[in-house]
């Protein structure tokens, strides 16, 4: 079959390891899209699990980006100003190979690392209960031992699928996939989506329904 030179990301984490979740359903803030998709996984199952929107502050980082954070941590230690008080030196931060994040939705901000275990995920570093890794990264130094290989892979097949479900177009509120329906059922009930006066239509694409659900979870 004819393969389309698409990038995507395979992880090097053993996907049947640990439960995982659609990200997309549990995930918001920070892309999760440029994270491992394993580990990413796997943070939608615990969100899922302890019935919350996981919030990301933080997920993929830049080189360049480290580089600023890094600077700015350097900046504190020289004057003492500053919000940031710790960073890792670039190319070293767990971030910078997308297997890392940030935040602070409870309860998870809260959880320790024998919570976090049987979800295969771990709080590497001492005082900062916001940071998470996949429990392969614990105490490992080895980066790109574990970070996902960027491929082009996907068939023509594959792409027109991709395609096809984007262009998808919901036209009641009822055909909305049920991952979304309270969000979009909420938005509607807010006066946010104005469904046609003649038959109640809202026609959104399928793309459109995934943005403002996660609008809608973000703001709670």
């Known amino acids: 079959m004819i393969q389309i030179s698409i990038t995507t990301l395979r992880s090097k984490l053993k996907a049947t390891a640990y439960k995982t979740a659609p990200p997309e359903q549990w995930l918001t803030g920070a892309d999760y899209r440029e994270l491992d998709p394993v580990f990413a996984g ?12 996981l919030s990301l502050t933080e997920a993929y980082r830049s080189t360049a980006r480290q580089a600023e954070l890094y600077q700015m941590y350097l900046d504190y230690r020289r004057t003492g100003k500053g919000s940031i008080k710790s960073a890792a030196k670039p190319g070293t ?10 935040t602070s939705t409870q309860p998870i ?6 919570q976090l275990k049987p979800y295969g995920l771990c709080k590497p570093i001492a005082g900062e ?11 490992k130094t080895n980066r790109t031992a574990y970070a996902p290989e960027e491929v082009e892979d996907l068939t023509e097949a594959e792409v027109r699928k991709l395609i096809a479900e984007s262009q998808t177009v919901y036209k009641m509120p009822a055909d909305v996939p049920k991952w979304a329906q309270p969000n979009i059922n909420r938005l509607i009930q807010k006066g946010f989506i104005a469904p046609s006066e003649k038959d109640g239509s809202i026609n959104l694409t399928h793309e459109m329904v995934r943005i403002l659900a996660i609008m809608d979870r973000m703001v709670g």
């Open 93 to 102: 931060s767990w971030h910078e190979f997308r297997l890392a994040v940030d």
């Open 109 to 114: 901000r809260g959880m320790n690392n024998a």
């Open 42 to 53: 796997r943070l939608a199952y615990l969100a899922k699990d302890k019935k919350v929107n």
């Open 129 to 139: 209960g916001w940071h998470i890794q996949p429990i392969e990264t614990a105490g």
